[in-house]
């Protein structure tokens, strides 16, 4: 199984609005709601910031929303705050033979 | 709250096998949930590696199916990872995580510990 497809970066500046894509197929992505994002700052563990494509954990600040159309999820950071910088995971699960987990491809957001 | 603590060697011979243990507090791991393993190369991204549950049932990554066994230990609240026959391309730092395997989300993670594969 590929990984998922995600921009290398994106970048935008305080106060404004971004978006990360990760795209998949039917066979992951727009087959299930089962897509996850995750925010890693440098040296740092990933963090959980959505689930089932738009929920968010309790304690992660409502700028971050997530979606899905077809077969690719989104991640929409709103406000963009320099403490937002860091790298973004998309996963979703797949179809297979066996019950299967994949990660995208990682996206660098860069605060201005 | 749930904390989860890796352990093991840093260092390990090409062809012998990666050895690492996950300590969870804070949650009994015969209460549920599935309990995750998954790695990060150097400057790359992430690759699930397998999830066990508190039975031992397993899944494991197709692609290192082969070579991985993951165990559980409930007496002790830690899970294990083996990965036999390992090579440069299994250097990584090696991440646990709860592992809601149904909607497939990892929360929380431990911090993850790095395992270089050289002789």
């Known amino acids: 199984q590929s990984a998922l497809t995600q921009p290398a970066s994106v970048s935008g500046s305080p106060g404004q609005s971004i978006t990360i894509s990760c795209t998949g197929t039917?066979?992951?992505?727009?087959?299930?709601?089962?897509v996850s994002w995750y925010q890693q700052h440098p040296g740092k563990a990933p963090k959980l910031m959505i689930y089932?494509?738009?929920n968010r954990p309790s304690g992660v600040s409502n700028r971050f929303s997530g979606s899905k159309s077809g077969n690719t999820a989104s991640l929409t950071i709103s406000g963009l705050q320099a403490e937002d910088e860091a790298d973004y995971y998309c996963?979703?699960?797949?179809?297979?033979?066996?019950?299967?987990?994949?990660f995208g491809t990682g996206t660098k957001v860069t605060v201005l | 709250q749930v904390q989860l603590q890796e352990s093991g060697p840093g260092l390990v011979k090409p062809s012998e096998t990666l050895s690492l243990t996950c300590a969870v507090s804070?949650?009994?791991?015969?209460?549920?949930?599935?309990w995750g393993w998954i790695r990060q190369p150097p400057g790359k991204g992430l690759e699930w590696i397998g999830s066990?549950?508190?039975?031992?049932?397993?899944y494991y990554n197709p692609s290192l199916k082969s070579r991985v066994t993951i165990s559980v230990d409930t007496s002790k609240n830690q899970f294990s990872l083996k990965l036999s026959s390992v090579t440069a391309a299994d250097t990584a730092v090696y991440y646990c995580a709860r592992h809601v395997l149904g909607s497939n989300w990892f929360d929380p993670w431990g911090q993850g510990t790095l395992v270089t594969v050289s002789s």
């Open positions: 066990i549950y508190h039975s031992g049932s397993t």
């Open positions: 804070g949650y009994s791991i015969s209460s549920g949930y599935y």
């Open positions: 996963s979703s699960y797949t179809s297979s033979s066996t019950l299967e987990y994949v």
């Open positions: 039917s066979s992951d992505v727009g087959g299930y709601n089962y």
């Open positions: 089932e494509v738009s």
